[in-house]
């Protein structure tokens, strides 16, 4: 049942594939009346989607009221106001860890039940849908950080740079000895690594640290604002590019909106990537639609550039969404310099400003592997000395061959298939990967027509989720959660991140997408149009 919005618009421009009905390319998403799939109901998996993605996230919600309970380091919230926390009630860590595997299997099981309902056509109202997921993230953000500790590094870089020091010299383990408000709660893992993160990251960390003073939660609430920001651009951009396309329009909230896997990662643990995702995205769709013989104008070009390089900044690896603006650029050389002097406007001057040490922390990850990954099911012994490079070798190879292979983009955004086709390569074959990294490609896959892609990246996304379920250093307590935890962390996940590597090779090279015959989209890469 389409929402009263929906049901008004016209249907998307599209030019529909002269398609035999058994051909390759129609094996994926129908939309003919009178096919299988268009025959079948959407109610049942609908309301599947909807108990079991509302049962993740109150569980997710529910975990984190307890936060002092199974997380570590411990935080001392302010005496009034925010964040809240359930501090009255007591609950075992091992029961809210086992609730956790819990909520990441429903949120599987829902999107999964979503992308099903969608492709059979179901059109729920979005108002509600949008209007409930708002209310959960802004839940989640006035909540303590859980699911991780990364977010308390980034406060103490903040703290570290409003005391004077420079993140990139000195260590958090400064605030361990020295600065009491601090002290207790910064992360013991990282407590002597500098800050991996870009300058803009860095200042975004100076401004939330200067707004939450000498209390770590207020530092980290602050940033969480900022991250909830971010997050509601991406679901607001995408919202507004596919409002005419109802079925691709539920799509990409499943995706991003209401995926309890993506809030877990990026509003409850408060992960930076998704500032990068939104001003990497908002940069690709600065450019406008690019028709025949048009160009875009020079301020769009700088526009788009700056904030590709606001992404860059923020975490380097989304400078591969510059790749996309260049290519997309390539016949129009003045809009191509301008988007270049708008991305070197944004990246220059804080490099500049801290120096050689910011960009040394660029590689400080280069032969590091996360424990969930499948390079760990090899002899690390051996590889480790060379892990940086066999990486950079199958990134390059596989993105090669996903620009030429990779399913159908929209014709009018020809940066979105470059983009998507480096950022695949790099989160598959990079071997310090973690699950909020897939942020990169997902901001990206929602402007793309359904395929298998988006039953991968869930499974990735999944796997490596429930990996890093609690998100405490160590191992969870009890032998059979530790027994539970250590089949996921060595078996499960590494085994369906290699699976899913295996099976992107497999679907570039056979074209086996599962699209609805491109929808009568180009490849951008493989078009000769300019």
């Not at 009178?34 to 109610?43: L, M, Y």
Request: aromatic share 8%.
């Amino acid at each position: 049942m389409a929402d009263s919005e929906s049901a008004s618009l016209a249907e998307p421009v599209t030019v529909t594939p002269r398609t035999r009905p058994n051909s390759p390319g129609s094996q994926g998403e129908q939309s003919a009346p009178g096919t299988e799939a268009s025959a079948k109901s959407p109610v049942a998996p609908g309301w599947i989607a909807a108990v079991c993605i509302a049962g993740s996230l109150l569980i997710m919600v529910g975990a984190d009221l307890v936060r002092q309970d199974w997380m570590y380091p411990p935080l001392r919230l302010p005496a009034g106001g925010f964040p809240f926390e359930a501090s009255s009630v007591a609950v075992r860590a091992g029961v809210v860890i086992a609730a956790l595997w819990i909520a990441g299997l429903l949120a599987v099981a829902g999107l999964a039940a979503g992308l099903l309902a969608a492709r059979r056509g179901a059109r729920p109202p979005m108002r509600p849908i949008l209007i409930a997921a708002a209310l959960v993230v802004a839940v989640l953000a006035l909540l303590p950080p859980a699911g991780s500790t990364d977010i308390l590094d980034y406060a103490s870089y903040g703290r570290l740079m409003v005391l004077g020091h420079n993140p990139y010299i000195a260590t958090p383990h400064l605030l361990r000895v020295s600065d009491p408000g601090f002290a207790k709660s910064v992360p013991w893992r990282w407590q002597n690594q500098v800050s991996l993160y870009g300058p803009v990251a860095t200042f975004e960390q100076y401004a939330a640290a200067h707004l939450g003073g000498d209390s770590i939660v207020r530092v980290a609430f602050w940033l969480k604002v900022w991250n909830t920001i971010g997050f509601a651009a991406v679901a607001i951009a995408a919202d507004r590019v596919l409002r005419r396309d109802p079925g691709r329009r539920l799509r990409a909230h499943l995706l991003w909106t209401v995926n309890p896997l993506m809030i877990w990662g990026l509003i409850a643990a408060g992960h930076l990537d998704v500032l990068a995702a939104a001003a990497g995205l908002l940069g690709l769709l600065a450019l406008g639609q690019q028709r025949a013989g048009q160009s875009p104008t020079l301020a769009r070009a700088v526009l788009a550039g700056a904030l590709v390089g606001v992404a860059g900044d923020i975490k380097i690896n989304y400078l591969a969404f510059g790749l996309g603006l260049a290519w997309a650029l390539r016949r129009r050389p003045a809009a191509l310099l301008a988007a270049g002097a708008g991305g070197l406007v944004a990246l220059v001057p804080g490099y500049a400003w801290f120096g050689t040490p910011a960009i040394t922390a660029l590689f400080a990850r280069r032969n590091k592997s996360t424990v969930d990954s499948f390079y760990r099911l090899t002899d690390m012994a051996a590889i480790r000395p060379y892990l940086g490079e066999t990486g950079v070798v199958l990134v390059i190879g596989l993105g090669i061959l996903l620009l030429m292979r990779l399913p159908a983009a929209d014709p009018l955004r020809p940066a979105l298939q470059p983009v998507l086709a480096v950022s695949l390569a790099w989160l598959v074959f990079w071997p310090y990967q973690l699950p909020w990294y897939d942020a990169m490609a997902f901001c990206v896959l929602l402007l793309y027509p359904a395929s298998r892609l988006d039953w991968l990246m869930i499974a990735r996304l999944a796997a490596a989720t429930l990996a890093n379920i609690p998100g405490n250093p160590g191992k969870p307590p009890g032998h059979t959660l530790d027994a539970i935890d250590n089949v996921i962390v060595h078996t499960l996940a590494p085994g369906v991140l290699l699976g899913c590597a295996i099976a992107l090779i497999v679907f570039a090279v056979t074209g086996w997408w599962g699209t609805a015959a491109g929808a009568g989209l180009v490849s951008p890469v493989r078009s000769t149009a300019g």
